[in-house]
Nanobody
Framework: QVQLVESGGGLVQAGGSLRLSCAASGRTVSIDCMGWFRQAPGREREFVAQISRSGDSAYYRASVKGRFAISRDNAKNTVYLQMNSLKPEDTAVYYC?????????????WGQGTQVTVSS
């Protein structure tokens, strides 16, 4: 099993930045693809970004491309999401996800989420 714990959420003004972290524990040697999702009130959970095991390949939803950057430190079993130029519509609970498969499949493990609130 793999456990994921997010941190770094908070309240920020529009145009500001936050960096989310997600620390993995347990069978971390089995982790391949990692990603971030978000869920705003009254909306379904949506994909934000994902990154391959090596870190060489990353993919983003269109609305965050150029503003968000996903990265990982495999030695620390941690994935990050640097969020710049934040907008009120980025307000959501952000969830970390991981899988033992590559990024072409869905995610098996999920964190509890961290709240990000962007004020206008």
């Amino acid at each position: 099993q793999v456990q994921l714990v997010e941190s770094g959420g908070g309240l920020v003004q529009a145009g500001g930045s936050l960096r989310l972290s997600c620390a993995a524990s347990g069978r971390t040697v089995s982790i391949d693809c990692m990603g971030w999702f978000r869920q705003a009130p009254g909306r379904e959970r949506e994909f934000v970004a994902q990154i391959s095991r090596s870190g060489d390949s990353a993919y983003y939803r269109a609305s965050v491309k150029g503003r968000f950057a996903i990265s990982r430190d495999n030695a620390k079993n941690t994935v990050y999401l640097q969020m710049n130029s934040l907008k009120p519509e980025d307000t959501a609970v952000y969830y970390c996800a991981a899988t033992t498969y590559d990024c072409t499949r869905g995610f098996d493990y999920w964190g509890q989420g961290t709240q990000v609130t962007v004020s206008s």
